[in-house]
């Protein structure tokens, strides 16, 4: 079965990064869009990033609060979905998962893994 494993997470200051990684098993990784998701404290699932699949350059996508700050990538060699995040702010503060599929049609997520900004 699909199992998607997110981790990565923890606590963080104003300003810093983390890496937060997604090992994918159970389905052909490599022909399948990728997407980060986020849910804040009390707020609904957020979409973050998604990432194409294929060889070459794929097309990445990003929510415009994370613009310029995180960069979404993948190695189909290693079933691994990445998400670097920089300059990380309290907004940032949420559960992450990963999904599988793309922006609009993502469908398993993984158990998520908590991201904790403060100062």
């Known amino acids: 079965q699909v199992q998607l494993v997110e981790s990565g997470g923890g606590l963080a200051q104003i300003g810093t990064s983390l890496r937060l990684s997604c090992v994918a098993s159970?389905?052909?990784?490599?022909?399948?869009?990728m997407t980060w998701l986020r849910q804040a404290p009390g707020k609904g699932l957020e979409w973050v990033s998604s990432i194409g699949s294929g060889v070459g350059s794929r097309h990445t996508l990003y929510t415009d609060s994370v613009k310029g700050r995180f960069t979404i990538s993948r190695d189909d060699a290693k079933t691994t979905l990445y998400l670097q995040m920089n300059n990380l702010q309290p907004e940032d503060t949420a559960v992450y998962y990963c999904a599988r599929g793309g922006r609009i049609n993502y469908d398993e997520r993984g158990q998520g893994t908590q991201v904790t900004v403060s100062s």
């Open positions: 159970g389905f052909d990784f490599s022909s399948e869009s």
